[in-house]
């Protein structure tokens, strides 16, 4: 089996360029059966952040993406997103986010996940017996999954598969962190969210992503790409190249591979418009997880790793309270409750914590950091 990817060159986003360059991608991989159908456009949403902070998908994707689906004969397009922060205010999300005036301008109908009810899809043999979904994403025939390509500090990178993590509206999202607190089975269930949503087409807005403390933390990095295929696990290989991964590094493209969901080997992807060495982000500011760097040690090392010195490491969460404004928002999303007010500043319990970085991901001040002490570094700049 082999899967095709187109990984064109796009430095800017300008809408004529985007639609050129989509078009074009079309015709490698070949144009999407989308006649009378109803389009739901899944961007990367993550929280209220205009599109030149870099987190989000940009609106001039979403909207060269809307425009050619109609050109093709689409009923219908939709844009809808559930944000990381279960209470955060949709309007405003979709306001910064630049959604809001993209639909006003473009006549596309944009949705709220969460109002719209969920329905639960049976998971049989999986880390959660049902999935619940939004409903949205049963009403409609065609999804196109538009993710940002950035790094990710629980999952290494954010592409194609975790996008799809958006399609479970509220507080399910912080409640399945809980349920699957490491990063292999968080990520096997990412794959079985994405294995039940099946996105019929993926465009990745590499145009510029995210290095360093990724998914909001970060900095913003060029790639000036816009990457198109059909198979998200494909396209997940060629971004987590493109972010110095090697595929059987990111549990998401291992798992979904395994699982028979697309194809991982970067032998196997036929892909246009690059060469896959010129890809390759040997430079990228990679994130550092307790996981990774545990995974990263060579086995000799892990062999002389006691119980007691890999509790040594520690890599955590940090409140930075200058730059905290109390929102509270870190502590509504935090999924062991480890956060919470105290004399009028916001305090996390380590004991409860799990390290899934959750409040890291969805503080709008940058106020939490990732802090790595000696060990954890050490042992980073000692995993090859
Ligand atoms: S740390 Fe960030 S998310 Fe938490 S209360 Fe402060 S500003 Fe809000
Ligand atoms: S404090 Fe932050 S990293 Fe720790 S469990 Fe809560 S959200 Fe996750």
Excluded at 91 to 119: H, P, W
């Amino acid at each position: 089996m082999s899967s095709k990817v187109a990984v064109l060159e796009c430095p800017h986003y300008d809408e004529d360029k985007i639609k050129k360059t989509i078009l074009k991608g079309f015709e490698f991989i070949g144009r999407p059966d989308v006649k009378d159908k109803r389009i739901l456009l899944k961007p990367n949403l993550l929280m209220p952040a205009e599109p030149h902070y870099a987190v989000t998908t940009h609106p001039a994707i979403v909207e060269a993406v809307g425009e050619i689906l109609l050109e093709f004969g689409a009923k219908e397009v939709l844009i809808g997103d559930s944000p990381g922060n279960a209470l955060s205010n949709i309007d405003n999300l979709y306001r910064r986010t630049g959604m809001l005036s993209l639909a006003e301008k473009k006549g596309f109908k944009l949705v709220n996940f969460s109002r719209e009810g969920i329905i639960e899809v049976e998971n049989p043999n999986g880390v959660v017996p049902t999935i619940p979904l939004s409903k949205v994403v049963r009403s409609v025939e065609y999804i196109v999954n538009l993710p940002k390509l950035k790094t990710h500090n629980f999952t290494l990178i954010t592409c194609a598969i975790k996008n799809i993590f958006g399609t479970i509206p509220g507080f399910n999202k912080s409640k399945f962190h809980s349920i699957a607190p490491g990063p292999k089975e968080f990520s096997r269930l990412l794959v079985e969210i994405f294995n039940a949503v099946r996105p019929s087409l993926n465009i990745v807005d590499a145009i510029e992503g995210m290095e360093g403390d990724g998914p909001s933390g970060g900095t913003p990095r060029k790639f000036n790409r816009i990457l198109m295929s059909y198979d998200g696990v494909a396209i997940d290989a060629v971004g987590g190249w493109m972010l110095g991964y090697k595929p059987d590094e990111i549990y998401t493209t291992k798992i979904a591979g395994d699982m028979g969901l697309g194809v991982p080997s970067l032998d196997d992807i036929e892909i246009f418009g690059s060469k896959l060495e010129e890809l390759f982000g040997a430079d990228i500011k990679k994130v550092l997880t307790i996981h990774n760097v545990l995974e990263k040690v060579s086995s000799p090392m892990l062999s002389f790793l006691s119980k007691r010195l890999v509790k040594l490491i520690k890599i955590y969460p940090e409140i930075n309270d200058d730059k905290c404004i109390k929102c509270e928002i870190c502590l509504r999303s935090c999924p062991k409750r480890a956060i919470s007010r105290v004399e009028h500043k916001m305090k996390i319990d380590y004991r409860k914590c799990i390290s899934c970085y959750c409040c890291h991901e969805l503080c709008p001040q940058r106020a939490i950091v990732i802090k790595r002490n000696k060990l954890a570094e050490i042992l980073w700049l000692a995993r090859d």
